[in-house]
C-alpha cells in the first residue's frame, strides 16, 4: 500500500488513505521490530514478571510512538490514533508485546473525557513513557455495558468497590482508569498505582504467554474527588474506546497473521513426505490460500479504519469500519494460528513449535473487545437497517 486511494467524502465507506507520515513510521517500525523482537527474544521473554524488555520499551519512547496520537501541546506528535495502526501491525507481526495498546488506549481515555488539569498532568507522562491501561471489565463479557463496580462520594473522597478483571499490564501501570457506576451513570476514575494496597491486584495466567493481566479488587480504595473524569463525555468516550481497541487488536492480529503465514510457508517449502514436499499437495495448498486471503481482508479494513477515525466521537462509518476489522482479523488469526498447528503435524502440538505462539495468540485475541460474533451481531443493524 504504496500510494493514497480516495473516494468521494459522501462514501466514506470506501475510504482509504495512507499517508506519507504512516509510512514512514512503518518503515522505522518493521526494522525496529525485527531487530528488536526476533522469535528467540519472544520466548526468553515468556517467564519473566512484566512480559517485555523496558529498554525496548525506552527505545519507543526516545522514538516518539508512545506520543503519536497525542496531541503536540501535552509534549505528543499529533498524528491521531489512526497513524499508530502500522506500528501496532508490525509489533504484531514480530510478536513484541509491550504496554502500548493499553497505554494508547488510556490516553485516549483521557484526551476525549480528561479535565485541562487531567489532560496536562497525564498526558506528558504517558507520552514520556510512563505506563497506563484500562479497567472496564467485572467479567469477561464484552457485551456487557454495565458495570457492578460502583463509587460513592464521601466529604472530598471518592469510595470505590468492586472487581474488575483481565486488567492488562496492570503490575506495571503507573495509572489505571478504573469503570464505575457514580450517581447512577458510568465514570471513569483514576487510580494511581501507588495508591493501591499490595493485595489489590492478583495476576492471571493468561492463554498468551507473552500477555500480562491481573484482577484488581478495588474494595476499600479511594481516591481524590477530582480523579473522576468529565461525566459529561464518559458516555462517548466509553463507546469509543471500546471501538478503537478492537481496531488496535486487530491491526495487531494482522500482522501476527502475516508471521503465522510465513512460519506456514516455510515449512511447507522444506518438510517432505514420501519423497516430496508437502506444499505441493493441494490440501495444504489451499488453506494456505485461504490464509493469504484473510490477512488481506485484515489489513484492508485495519488501514480502512485507520482513515476515517479521529479525535472525535466516532460516527456510524467509524463504528462499522472498526468492528469489521476486528470480526475479519479475530478470524484470520484464529484460522492461520489453527492451520500452522495442524500443518506442523505432531510437532505442531508441541510447546517448542512456533505455531503454539500464533495458536495461542489467536484465540486470546479473539476475546479482546470482543470476539467476532459479538462485533458481527452489533454491526448487523448497521448494515441491513434491522
Not at 94 to 118: D, E, K, N, V
Not at 153 to 159: A, C, E, L, P, V
Not at 297 to 322: F, M, N, P, Q
Request: hydrophobic share 40%; aromatic share 6%.
Amino acid at each position: 500500500m504504496s500510494k493514497s486511494q480516495t473516494v468521494s467524502p459522501m462514501n466514506r465507506n470506501n475510504e482509504l488513505r495512507f499517508s506519507e507520515e504512516q509510512a514512514m513510521i512503518l518503515d522505522s517500525a518493521r526494522e525496529f521490530c525485527r531487530d528488536k523482537s526476533p522469535i528467540a527474544a519472544v520466548r526468553a521473554l515468556l517467564d519473566s514478571e512484566t512480559g517485555f524488555d523496558e529498554k525496548v520499551w525506552q527505545e519507543m519512547v526516545d522514538l516518539g510512538w508512545l506520543g503519536l496520537a497525542i496531541p503536540e501541546q501535552y509534549g505528543g506528535s499529533g498524528l491521531g490514533i489512526g497513524s499508530a495502526i502500522g506500528l501496532v501491525e508490525c509489533m504484531g507481526r514480530h510478536l513484541l508485546s509491550t504496554p502500548f495498546i493499553p497505554s494508547t488506549l488510556a490516553a485516549q481515555a483521557l484526551f476525549r473525557a480528561g479535565t485541562s488539569s487531567q489532560k496536562e498532568d497525564w498526558l506528558p507522562r504517558l507520552a514520556a513513557g510512563s505506563v497506563a491501561t484500562l479497567a472496564l471489565l467485572d467479567g469477561g463479557d464484552w457485551g456487557d455495558t454495565e458495570t457492578r463496580c460502583s463509587a460513592s462520594r464521601d466529604g472530598d473522597k471518592i469510595s470505590l468497590s468492586g472487581q474488575k478483571w483481565y486488567v492488562s499490564d496492570a503490575g506495571v501501570a503507573e495509572l489505571i482508569l478504573v469503570q464505575c457506576q457514580l450517581d447512577g451513570q458510568a465514570v471513569l476514575v483514576m487510580v494511581e498505582a501507588a495508591s493501591l494496597p499490595a493485595d489489590a491486584l492478583q495476576s492471571h495466567v493468561l492463554l498468551d504467554e507473552t500477555r500480562r493481566g491481573a484482577k484488581l479488587t478495588l474494595d476499600g480504595i479511594s481516591v481524590a474527588a477530582d480523579a473522576c473524569l468529565d461525566p459529561s463525555a464518559t458516555s462517548d468516550t466509553l463507546r469509543d474506546l471500546r471501538l478503537l481497541g478492537a481496531l488496535l487488536y486487530a491491526a495487531e492480529a494482522t500482522g501476527s497473521t502475516a508471521a503465522c503465514l510465513d512460519t506456514v510457508v516455510d515449512y511447507l517449502k522444506t518438510r517432505k513426505q514420501f519423497g516430496k514436499l508437502i506444499g505441493s499437495y493441494q490440501a495444504l495448498k489451499h488453506p494456505t490460500v485461504d490464509i493469504l486471503l484473510g490477512l488481506d481482508a485484515a489489513r484492508s479494513l485495519i488501514y480502512h479504519a485507520a482513515t476515517i477515525i479521529g479525535d472525535e466521537v466516532l460516527d456510524e462509518d467509524a463504528e462499522i469500519a472498526c468492528r469489521m476489522a476486528k470480526a475479519t482479523a479475530g478470524d484470520a488469526l484464529a484460522f492461520a494460528g489453527d492451520r500452522a498447528v495442524q500443518f506442523h503435524g505432531g510437532m505442531g502440538f508441541t510447546y517448542e513449535c512456533d505455531a503454539q505462539l500464533y495458536i495461542r495468540r489467536g484465540q486470546w485475541m479473539q476475546q479482546q473487545f470482543g470476539d467476532a460474533l459479538h462485533h458481527r451481531k452489533r454491526l448487523a443493524p448497521l448494515l441491513l437497517d434491522a
